[in-house]
């Protein structure tokens, strides 16, 4: 497995892999990974000929007060699940490398990135929107691969890929989940085994949702209400929202329709989780 | 020479000519094509070994109230001066080819876009910087042209290549002029003959500010003034900037240095013509 730290000797070695006839799949990730990126990196493995996972903590998608300082680096460990997955190439920069002190370039999403996350993080999407862009360019990927977990992320990664003509596919790939339900997250081990245990009730009122959207006749504002509810009969939860949302636009809905997501932003803690599922209607 | 209206087949065809091992050069244009085009496509073919030329008038860099619906649409003739020029492909798509609906994603550029034609034109760069960065998704290339007369364009593009690691080189060209000096455009169509005479005192301007940097000691504030007294010496100019700045932040220039740029925006009659010279102080 080859590990690069600069930009134009990454775009050298997969131009290399590309010019052998190989096709390329990309993993964009801020590294402290777990079993939900090896999964990305599974998919990849099974789609493309070459796969280049990239680990970076992207500071300009962090707002001022987030935990960006604080979060996790684990390099070594994150390169051993690498290579142990099938990744053939990390590309691993240091900050300076991706960020000239010039730099005054954004790529934005405007509408779909003005909601729920992007409400509660003003400038995350701005900063994610950018960095992705810039790994597709150094990476050249025919397809790139993002968790569902990051429900919004991949949205609008679909919609910037769409809008700008990026050459590249978008694959989404399930949540991998703790046996107790919670959403693998890097920011899970950030959780006391009291808030561990709290944390589990995000799944749960995902759960209550998908079977009140399958085996009853409420409404989703009702079926978001139930979720609230249930994160709230808990100290220690504070909800920064429980949605059900049109899975395309993520516009609130209203009535009954075809599909939706449930969304949840809930900070256990300090620790702030997010989470999603998809919901069919009865 | 292949002509192409639609994204995914004009990719396809640059992506066969890579495969055969050309080098692709590509020429933005937004078509009403005139001698300093042809001199773009002129150096893409001494450089390259396949060159693309792109006509699109884009709506997203006009704002309300400008010529967009006027601007002059040449196809036939521009689809010639490509095809005698040596083009070897001409991407020529339809507005609803390049914007769905939906989309609603910008590349803007910060601050450099913020001073000078984006001061005047509110929006004007946003449109630019992202159409360049889809047409640059679309044919791949590994050099676009651009001319200097838009100076502080290429410099916008120069930045957002840079910035966002797209894999391309951008290559600015020397601006073509009239015989008696006045800038190649498209919006010179629109000149009256009156004004058309009139429109050639802004190259006398320039080439007095570069007389007055090599062969005076004035500070650059004085020598704007120069330039703005020979502009407004005359009825039906109406200047809206002339000034001299930095050649890479466009900061106004306070003192004396190296080497400068002297950037005229101005209107005759309904006509607004921009243009700019380097200049060289003794």
Redesign the interface.
């Known amino acids: 497995m080859l590990v690069e730290t600069s ?1 134009s000797a990454t ?1 050298r070695e997969v131009r290399t892999a590309r010019q052998q006839g190989l096709s390329i799949g990309c993993v964009p990730t801020m590294g402290a990974l777990h079993a939900g990126h090896v999964s990305l990196i599974d998919a990849a493995r099974q789609q493309c000929d070459f796969v280049v996972a990239t680990i970076f903590v992207n500071p300009t998608q962090f707002g001022p007060g987030e935990d960006f300082l604080k979060y996790p680096r684990t390099l070594d460990a994150d390169l051993e699940m690498c290579r142990v997955a099938g990744a053939n190439l990390v590309f691993t920069p240091p900050v300076t490398a991706m960020y ?1 002190d ?11 990135a003005q909601v729920l996350e992007g409400a509660h993080r003003p400038g995350h999407f701005d900063g994610v ?2 960095v992705v ?2 790994l597709f ?2 990476t ?1 990927p025919d397809r790139a691969y993002f968790g569902q977990k990051d429900y919004q992320q991949q949205l609008i990664i679909r ?2 890929a ?6 590249v596919e978008i694959v989404t790939c399930p949540i991998i989940r703790e046996p107790d339900g919670l959403a693998m997250s890097s920011r899970n081990r950030y959780l006391s085994p009291h808030d561990r245990q709290l944390a589990s009730r995000i799944f749960q009122a995902l759960k209550l949702a998908e079977q009140l959207a399958a085996e009853s006749p409420l409404p989703p504002t009702e079926i978001a209400w139930a979720m609230t509810n249930h994160l709230n009969s808990v100290d220690g939860i504070a909800v920064q929202y429980a949605v059900i949302a049109d899975p395309v636009t993520l516009e609130p809905l209203a009535d009954r329709s075809d599909s939706a997501v449930a969304l949840i932003a809930a900070k256990i803690g300090a620790t702030r989780l997010i989470d999603n599922q998809i919901l069919r209607f009865r």
Request: hydrophobic share 30%; proline share 7%; charged share 25%.
């Open positions: 930009p775009r000239a010039s730099a005054q370039t954004i790529v934005r999403v405007t509408k779909l929107s950018t862009t810039k360019n150094t050249e919609q910037m769409a809008d700008l003509d990026q050459p």
